[in-house]
């Protein structure tokens, strides 16, 4: 069992900045991908960022320029370095781990935190 703890969301003026940290912790064989997603109120939860292993990322479009993503592979943790933030901004953010087991073990696993606030105010 795989369980991300995120941290680090709040309140921010429009052009502020936040970091979040989420760590996973538990019994866990190996994490290939991290990221995190978001919910605004009303909305889907969207992909914001993701990270592999080896340091590749993804961006949603909305974040591209203003979001960077991070981790060290060595805490199984990962960083959410927000930028110029806006309104739009305003989630609740999640912590996303993908566990990698041969399939003896389990197979693939998908994890998620129990979120962080982050509230953009105008």
């Known amino acids: 069992q795989v369980q991300p703890v995120e941290s680090g969301g709040g309140l921010v003026q429009a052009g502020g900045s936040l970091r979040l940290s989420c760590k996973a912790s538990?019994?866990?064989?190996?994490?290939?991908?991290m990221g995190w997603y978001r919910q605004a109120p009303g909305k889907q939860r969207e992909l914001v960022a993701l990270i592999s292993t080896g340091g590749r990322t993804n961006f949603a479009d909305s974040v591209k320029g203003r979001f960077t993503i991070s981790r060290d592979n060595a805490k199984n943790t990962v960083y959410l370095q927000m930028n110029s933030l806006k309104p739009e901004d305003t989630a609740v953010y999640y912590c996303?781990?993908?566990?990698?087991?041969?399939?003896?073990?389990?197979?693939?696993?998908?994890?998620w935190g129990q979120g962080t606030q982050v509230t953009v105010s105008s």
């Open positions: 996303y781990a993908r566990e990698s087991r041969p399939s003896i073990f389990g197979g693939t696993k998908d994890y």
């Open positions: 538990g019994s866990i064989f190996s994490i290939d991908s």
